[in-house]
């Protein structure tokens, strides 16, 4: 699966990883660290078109339920069948096992101009409460 240092970010901590002609998405090891404890996971349909920034799925975890944001334009190609049935995956490994959807995208530009880990990184560091 992807590597967290190839991978592209949004700002509400999805990752995008461009697979052959598909880009796969899921949460970064620092959203899965805020969410704690996955419980159940709600994945889009394959089939479906979604638009960049759209809300296509939700994480909930023992404290609360989270959007996740579509870093891409496109059509879902697959679902991670894996992460429906044990949402424990998403803590437990982010970027390998715990992956959320393949996307087909419309505007493979759009990744692009998502933050590469270096930005991500930085981003994180100038979220964090001073100490």
Known sequence: MPDPKSSRYM???EWAALDGDEVVVGVSDHA??????????DLPKAG??????????????????????????GEVVAVNDAVLQNPGLVNSS??????????????PGELDALM???AYEAFLKSEAPAS
């Open 11 to 13: 700002k509400s901590h």
């Open 48 to 73: 479906r078109t979604i638009s960049q920034g759209e809300a296509v799925a939700v994480v909930e975890s023992v404290k609360a339920a989270f959007d996740i944001y579509a870093p891409v334009s």
């Open 94 to 107: 982010p970027h390998d096992d715990g992956w959320f959807f393949r996307v087909k995208p419309g505007n």
């Open 116 to 118: 590469d880990s270096e």
């Open 32 to 41: 899965q660290h805020e969410i704690t404890d996955v419980v159940f996971v």
